[in-house]
T-cell receptor, first 115, second 116 residues
Framework: QQQVKQSPQSLIVQKGGISIINCAYE??????FPWYQQFPGKGPALLIA?????SEKKEGRFTISFNKSAKQFSLHIMDSQPGDSATYFC??????????????FGSGTRLLVRP | EAQVTQNPRYLITVTGKKLTVTCSQN?????MSWYRQDPGLGLRQIYY???????DKGDVPEGYKVSRKEKRNFPLILESPSPNQTSLYFC???????????????FGSGTRLTVV
């Protein structure tokens, strides 16, 4: 059972274009939604994260849009650069102090930005 | 340098031969976790640990064991590896639980395991 569904599986964008990756979740207990970026041969690294009390968070060229009622969130990469070529993972975690210290990942999107 | 160190980076083994993948962090993090990464499935949590001697199962714990005898180390043990455990494994650590704070998990560079 995949609790966080991510699309598309792969994405090709021209330099300067906008890359958009979408995720949907099922569990309404999720309260923290990070995005991770992974380069080949490396472990994932936290890119940007959002909590459901805001609808949008922007850090440089990276923006998360969050739609609580639709249980969807997306990553927008503005002015995409070849150096952004990587695999991107959305994730979700419940904000709780009980035993549920889980971070559940989507299936990943391989982004290629052409020069 | 603050980091999570996994060893080995690559490992080829035979079915049934016990192996251990080591993980060590130098950031005094309380929370540690093991994930496996498979194409089309993303990262799936195997086990996690909230502190020394406190561990719990993730989503895919079958065939794996862990221990947390010291805060810095969190080894992953495969008692009798099988080919379906061929995967890319990541160890991760964080100071806060995954949903707390703003720093998220710090991941190691991964261990690519092949079981033949």
């Amino acid at each position: 059972q995949q609790q966080v569904k991510q699309s598309p599986q792969s994405l090709i964008v021209q330099k300067g274009g906008i890359s958009i990756i979408n995720c949907a979740y099922e569990n309404t207990a999720f309260d923290y939604f990070p995005w991770y970026q992974q380069f080949p041969g490396k472990g994932p690294a936290l890119l940007i994260a959002i909590r459901p009390d805001v609808s949008e968070k922007k850090e440089g060229r990276f923006t998360i849009s969050f739609n609580k009622s639709a249980k969807q969130f997306s990553l927008h990469i503005m002015d995409s650069q070849p150096g952004d070529s990587a695999t991107y993972f959305c994730a979700a975690s419940p904000l709780s102090w009980d035993s549920s210290y889980k971070l559940i990942f989507g299936s990943g999107t391989r982004l290629l930005v052409r020069p | 340098e603050a980091q999570v160190t996994q060893n080995p980076r690559y490992l080829i083994t035979v079915t049934g031969k016990k192996l251990t993948v080591t993980c060590s962090q130098n950031m005094n993090h309380e929370y540690m976790s093991w994930y496996r990464q498979d194409p089309g499935l993303g990262l799936r949590q195997i086990y996690y640990s909230m502190n020394v001697e406190v561990t719990d199962k993730g989503d895919v714990p079958e065939g794996y064991k862990v221990s947390r005898k010291e805060k810095r180390n969190f080894p992953l043990i495969l008692e009798s590896p099988s080919p379906n455990q061929t995967s890319l494994y990541f160890c991760a650590s964080s100071f806060y639980p995954p949903g707390q704070g703003n720093y998220g998990y710090t991941f190691g560079s991964g261990t690519r395991l092949t079981v033949v």
